[in-house]
């Protein structure tokens, strides 16, 4: 299995859009690593985990084709994650396809948003539900509930071949009970978790920073659900996180931790 971190940024982007931050004024100068695009990612050429609004950007940069898509996960409809506008790209009139040739798995308020958005569009949607798996081809994907928005079912999912685990985990702070009960389960070849708070923690709970990130990392660890081979890696950074990819890098390397960043591809 593979997965394409096509963005790793937090909700205003790293450099931020209106922002003179530290970190945002060290990407505008320094780049490379250090421009993070809003977090989406791709496994395996065909799922594409969210659609935000720099999904285009992503797409071209990479040299991606958005037809070979054929299911898209979404997380939550936080707007770095879900730009239903970008949707209509897809039909007819702005191509000569009939009907989308990728299946939309969402949570209930997300589905709703996209039935009053797209009433007479030919999509074929499918609403998710925490802790309830589903099949796509040949994975199975069960979405698990992150601890990011009270008011609607977000997601993290843990997507499995039949040989690989992942557990893609963006924008989660701590998770609840549930959530640690049912990762007890699974044995991962993969993690990609969130970060966003860096190494300025806040009082918001709906993400984490460094010290929490390793608190979860190590629960994973007792579990078993990750063990001496999984693969390790963040992603979501804001720029209001204090720091730059290669103080990321610094701070994560003695914890077995990589440090995402756009337009890797991680093979497990
Ligand atoms: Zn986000």
Not at 119 to 145: A, K
Request: charged content about 25%; some cysteine.
């Amino acid at each position: 299995m593979k997965i394409l971190l096509q963005g790793t940024g937090g909700a205003d982007g790293v450099p931020a859009f209106y922002s003179d931050s530290r970190v945002s004024e060290y990407a505008r100068q320094h780049r490379g690593k250090d421009i993070r695009t809003r977090t989406a990612a791709l496994v395996d050429g065909i799922l594409k985990i969210d659609l935000g609004p720099d999904t285009w950007h992503q797409v071209a940069r990479d040299g991606l084709d958005a037809r070979d898509w054929t299911a898209l996960l979404f997380t939550h409809s936080d707007a770095d994650h879900f730009a239903p506008d970008e949707l209509m790209y897809s039909l007819y009139p702005f191509n000569d396809m009939e009907f989308a040739g990728f299946t939309i798995y969402a949570n209930g308020y997300i589905c709703r948003r996209l039935i009053e958005k797209y009433p007479d569009w030919p999509f074929e949607i499918v609403m998710t539900q925490s802790f309830r798996p589903f099949t796509h081809g040949g994975y199975l994907i069960t979405p698990l509930h992150a601890h990011h928005k009270p008011d609607e079912d977000a997601h993290n999912f843990v997507i499995q071949d039949g040989d690989k685990n992942l557990l893609y985990g963006t924008d989660t702070g701590i998770w609840d009970e549930p959530t640690w009960e049912a990762l007890a389960q699974f044995r991962l070849d993969c993690l990609i978790l969130e970060c966003s708070e860096g190494m300025a923690a806040t009082a918001y709970d709906g993400h984490l920073d460094v010290n929490e990130f390793l608190m979860v990392l190590g629960r994973l660890r007792e579990m078993g659900t990750v063990h001496e081979k999984t693969k390790i890696l963040t992603t979501h950074h804001s720029h209001n996180g204090e720091a730059t990819h290669q103080e990321l890098v610094d701070f994560f390397a003695p914890h077995g931790v990589d440090v995402g960043y756009d337009g890797l591809l991680v093979e497990f």
